[in-house]
């Protein structure tokens, strides 16, 4: 998960005046280079969903009409269909588990089609919440549909003392990104902090893939069809 560190990690947030966007700059200390990553860090501007209220139903080989799920409002759901519609990039993480029966996954999609898939770790406690629900301080997957805000190839974790590479954020420091070395073995089932690991080739494939798109994040906790 995502947390800053005052001795390693110093965030600056910079209101760019008139256009209301926020930049992140991180500035490193020579100590804690690391690997000859390239810095690529920045807050993605999400465009506000407008519903109208005169609006085909748009049909989807993938998902129904009416929202499947409860925390995700009908209208909410109706902008998702149009978004997919119109090709747009999108992930879905599955936290699902169930020992030799199915594993936790993700898939990446451009509309319909299916662009990579693979193995995660969601987080050990296999607590799944709402964004509307209070996490406390155990470890918890959120479920919903959410924008990437933020994207980083290097991202550092305070609270864990660890690196997040080729991270995609999508609700406050619930993020995608690469497994360290300990954690590749666990892949497919519960093991993280709350973010979801994937394998680094994966996660980086993913990052380049998702580039500076608009991406949309689609989380549920359900058994796998077919």
């Given amino acids: 998960m995502l947390r800053k560190s005052s001795t390693l990690v110093v965030l600056m947030f910079v209101i760019v005046a008139g256009v209301g966007r926020a930049q992140v700059v991180l500035a490193q200390t020579s100590e804690d280079a690391g690997p000859d990553i390239p810095a690529v860090e920045e807050v993605i501007p999400v465009t506000p969903e407008v519903v109208q209220e005169d609006v085909a139903v ?76 209070k996490q406390g301080k155990k470890l918890h997957n959120h479920l919903g549909l959410f924008d990437v805000w933020f994207r980083s190839q290097k991202q550092w974790s305070g609270m ?14 619930h993020g995608f990104h690469a497994a360290l070395s300990k954690g590749i073995p666990k892949l497919g089932r519960p093991d993280s902090h709350g973010c979801d690991r994937a394998f680094p080739k994966t996660a980086r494939e993913v990052f380049l893939w998702a580039a500076k798109n608009h991406i949309k994040v689609l989380t549920v906790c359900e058994p796998k069809v077919g």
């Fill in 160 to 173: 864990y003392d660890c690196w997040m590479y080729w991270g995609l954020f999508y609700y406050g420091n």
């Fill in 58 to 133: 748009v049909k989807s080989s993938l998902f129904p009409a009416i929202s499947p799920y409860k925390y995700i409002a009908q209208d909410k759901w109706n902008n998702f269909l149009s978004y997919v519609a119109n090709d747009g990039k999108w992930i879905k993480l599955n936290f699902y588990y169930k020992k030799g029966v199915q594993a936790q996954y993700f898939e990446a999609y451009e509309g319909e089609r299916l662009y990579k898939t693979g193995p995660i770790s969601g987080a050990k406690t296999n607590i799944n919440l709402l964004p509307s629900q």
